[in-house]
């Protein structure tokens, strides 16, 4: 009964490749948000999506792409993968957009 | 420009003390403030959240206070005990801003030693 649920879990892949993380909320909640955590674990905020439509989107590369196919889904895709994008990158969601945010698990990209 | 901070990187206290923990931010006018906790390998869990009308929060061993004055909450464990070791993030609203999001501090990594 996972409220919110990533995958995958870990991914390590080559520089230039192009990969996605999927991310499913069963909390009926109308936002949800991708998150990125690097190695001093600052948690910054990447995008949000309120009922499939993107309300934030802050000053990430154009290779990060998010796509909302429906309230419970928002998946990010990235392009071109470069060493600083390894982190822990984090979907959660929430009922409101300013409201109790609930995490999922992360998911470790490591880019060699 | 904005900033959120919070005290120390890392507070060790004895087992059954209170540990405190500060959040402090500028430039900022948030409607509320959270506390999260982040085990290693883990999504933050949500803990408070205090609004701003607010001055006092309390939630069995914790108890989160927001002085808008100050520009500060703190953040006490009670009784504190070895499963409370994890780190602690504080997080705020930037403001009543339709694009206003969530930003969260750096976090404190809390142990407790028995």
């Known amino acids: 009964d996972t409220a919110v649920s990533q995958t995958p879990k870990y991914l390590v892949t080559q520089m230039g490749n192009d990969k996605s993380i999927k991310c499913e909320q069963n909390?009926?909640?109308?936002?949800m948000y991708w998150y990125k955590q690097d190695s001093k674990k600052f948690l910054k905020i990447m995008f949000s999506y309120n009922n499939k439509e993107l309300i934030i989107n802050e000053t990430v590369p154009n290779r990060f792409s998010p796509k909302s196919p429906d309230k419970a889904h928002l998946n990010l895709h990235i392009n071109s993968l470069e060493l600083g994008d390894s982190a822990v990158y984090f979907c959660a969601s929430s009922q409101d957009r300013t409201e109790t945010q609930y995490f999922g698990p992360g998911t470790r990209l490591l880019v060699l | 420009s904005q900033k959120i901070e919070q005290n120390s990187e890392a507070l060790n206290i004895q087992e059954g003390k209170t540990a405190t923990l500060t959040c402090n931010y500028t430039n900022y006018s948030p409607a509320y403030l959270q506390w999260y906790r982040q085990d290693p390998g883990r999504g933050p869990v949500f803990l408070l959240l205090i609004r701003e009308n607010e001055k006092e929060k309390r939630k069995e061993r914790l108890k989160v206070t927001f002085d808008t004055t100050l520009k500060q909450s703190l953040f006490h464990i009670t009784a504190s005990q070895p499963a409370d070791s994890a780190t602690y993030l504080c997080?705020?609203?930037?403001?009543?801003?339709?694009?206003?999001?969530?930003?969260f501090g750096s976090g404190t990594r809390l142990s407790i030693r028995p």
């Open positions: 909390l009926g909640h109308d936002t």
């Open positions: 997080a705020l609203d930037q403001g009543y801003s339709s694009a206003s999001k969530i930003i």
